[in-house]
């Protein structure tokens, strides 16, 4: 199961810079990644290949890691309501989406990382 690291930020120029270098120089591929600004406040999420080297990375670095988190990956058609019937099949099991972003596409399917607050429930949609 991926996991997710949420950094919070300053939101100026260079921060993603920064912190891709950073990474960069530790080893740690970025497997997914999305970015958000809010209140002056920026909030990185990453999905990473290991974990542990980016965790000690950003502690060297100094930036502030808000959360940690087992997410989802899935895989849905490239088709219009995909989405929608993905996220249908949670709500109906009692699972609420607290992220999502794309990761990307692999064979053809959007590729998407998915944060719930159940991830026992969503498992089995």
Known sequence: MPTEIVVETEDRPGVIAEIGELFGQARVNIKAAAAFSQNGRGHLHFVVDN???????????????????????????????????????????????????????????KELIVAVDDLAAARRV
């Open 51 to 109: 974990e542990d080297r980016a965790l000690a990375a950003l502690k060297v670095g100094g930036w502030k890691v808000t959360a940690k988190r087992e997410v989802l990956s899935v895989s849905l058609g490239d088709e219009p309501g995909e989405l929608g019937r993905y996220a249908r099949r949670l709500a109906e099991a009692g699972v609420n989406i607290t992220a999502l972003y794309t990761a990307g596409e692999r064979a053809g399917d």
